[in-house]
């Protein structure tokens, strides 16, 4: 008897978050202790490192992200030589953790297969765009649907009671802040919540003076999070540093070139459709809904459409901004099971998604990077002499894995070659490359040929210098582009010369 309990609870509650667990651990298999990911959590990994040794970011390392995803990485950053595989298991948790909470919300408005489908989905699209590792949506995504779960799972309770929409709302904002410390974009899914539980407030009494104090409280919530920091930077002496880079330096950047826009624009899309796609078909195959579950449609639906102003306003950039996309949109497909077509429709994306999933990591692993290719280029450093070296485009994480001599504060190297950032980081990148070159690093790490998104003006610079001074010492060659470690011509034995 007990052995048939003890099997019931583990089909009834333990199975499917088990499989979702194997599954995610499935798809991302060939990355992990992979050192060169997306070059972003290389750069969230060293940052956390420098945040350990007591560099402050935004004064001693520049980057306009939040400051919580450097506080994240510098937890894994303890792990040691392990902090590598550390922050990618725990950006899978992050991911089968949010993935949990899909599968909670999708019961809701679903069947269980359904719930199940929906999240299975969610861990299937961020190999699609660029989310395999450690990118901060994967973080922040579990904070924002775990606020949106709060209001589905006590949305009877809030429209009855003044008292339970305040407390609701205040545990809600408070998640949105964590979740706006990680990434400031996570505002516009906040906003939709926040205008959703001020309608809550106000369709119970229609009391002006409560639903202003309840927005006020609310309000406090969500911004006590940022408030504490820049506090924090205040009292230090810093505030128009964090001020500038996370608020002023966004709008200061320039747009892509038209062309390029363009490509990504269409890359994202080609990344999205297949599961925007099935949000429409659930009305086209008629499905109806109980009518308890019709206010949880409407929250949802209007869940959705403020996660796709976010990425249409800010979503141009990476294929990554995508990423917030999925919690809400794979939600949207888990009502199609119940109808026959849907099932086969659900299916069949989770089989392409899977497919070109992984033969999206396996390219990544081929010719963006991996870990034999990562030690080469360290050794190359190590054995001629290793020293000061300047990424001006390369693995970030040579920052972190070898002794770390500072040239600049401004160690993110598309801050000098992305023509868009000319006028977006408080610094002129000509007469800062020139700083750095004048401490005459043993090392520089570029990739050749140019990208096309580069400042040919600071190109132009860097050549006329590894010309004069610098000779090749190594190169990992790909298909289109290859990483070059060039090395101080009076460093390399006569034969390299």
Request: aromatic share 14%; net charge positive.
């Amino acid at each position: 008897m007990m052995r048939s309990k003890a099997v019931s609870f583990l089909k009834g509650r333990l199975l499917a978050p088990l499989l979702l667990l194997l599954c995610a651990i499935i798809l991302r298999g060939i990355t992990f202790g992979n050192p060169m990911l997306e070059p972003d959590e290389q750069f969230y990994l060293f940052a956390g490192g420098r945040l350990l040794q007591g560099d402050l970011p935004y004064v001693d390392v520049w980057d306009r992200k939040p400051l919580g995803i450097f506080l994240i990485y510098s937890f894994f950053h303890l792990f040691g030589t392990w902090r590598i595989l550390a922050y990618q298991i725990g950006a899978l948790l992050s991911l089968w953790g949010t993935a949990l909470i899909v599968r909670n919300i999708a019961s809701r408005i679903a069947p269980m297969s359904g719930a199940f489908m929906a999240a299975l989905l969610y861990e299937i699209w961020p190999n699609l765009a660029g989310g395999e590792g450690g990118q901060s949506p994967i973080f922040y995504n579990g904070l924002v649907t775990a606020a949106i779960w709060l209001i589905v799972s006590r949305l009877t309770y809030i429209k009855e009671s003044i008292s339970a929409c305040r407390y609701v709302g205040v545990a809600v904002m408070l998640l949105f802040g964590l979740a706006m410390q990680i990434k400031y974009t996570s505002i516009f899914e906040g906003l939709y919540a926040g205008i959703l539980l001020l309608f809550f407030s106000w369709q119970k009494r229609k009391n002006l003076y409560e639903t202003s104090m309840n927005s006020l409280l609310w309000i406090s919530c969500a911004i006590l999070p940022t408030v504490i920091i820049l506090f924090f930077y205040w009292i230090n002496g810093y505030a128009s540093d964090w001020i500038f880079a996370n608020f002023v330096s966004i709008f200061e950047r320039g747009k892509p070139n038209s062309h390029e826009e363009l490509l990504l624009i269409k890359k994202i899309l080609l990344i999205v459709l297949p599961i925007l796609f099935l949000w429409p078909l659930r009305r086209i195959l008629n499905i109806r809904f109980a009518q308890a579950q019709r206010p949880i449609i409407t929250l949802l639906n209007g869940w959705t459409c403020f996660a796709l102003a976010g990425v249409a306003l800010f979503g141009t950039w990476f294929p990554h901004y995508a990423l917030p996309l999925f919690p809400p949109l794979v939600i949207q497909t888990a009502p199609l099971w119940y109808a026959p077509i849907g099932r086969i429709s659900i299916v069949l994306v989770a089989a392409i998604g899977t497919f070109y999933g992984q033969l999206t990591l396996w390219k990544h692993h081929k010719h963006k990077g991996n870990k034999k290719a990562f030690t080469q280029i360290e050794q190359a450093i190590i054995s001629n002499g290793g020293g000061c070296f300047f990424i001006y485009n390369g693995p970030i994480m040579l920052y972190d894995a070898l002794p770390y001599c500072k040239l600049s504060k401004y160690q993110f190297p598309s801050l000098f070659y992305f023509k868009s950032e000319e006028h977006a980081t408080g610094m002129n990148p000509e007469n800062e490359l020139r700083r750095i070159l004048a401490q005459k690093p043993q090392h520089i790490i570029t990739q050749n040929p140019a990208d096309e998104s580069e400042n040919p003006i600071i190109r132009k610079e860097l050549i006329q210098t590894l010309q004069k001074n610098y000779s090749e010492s190594y190169a990992w060659i790909r298909d289109k582009r290859s990483i070059v470690v060039y090395t101080k011509k009076n460093l390399l034995p006569p034969r390299s010369k």
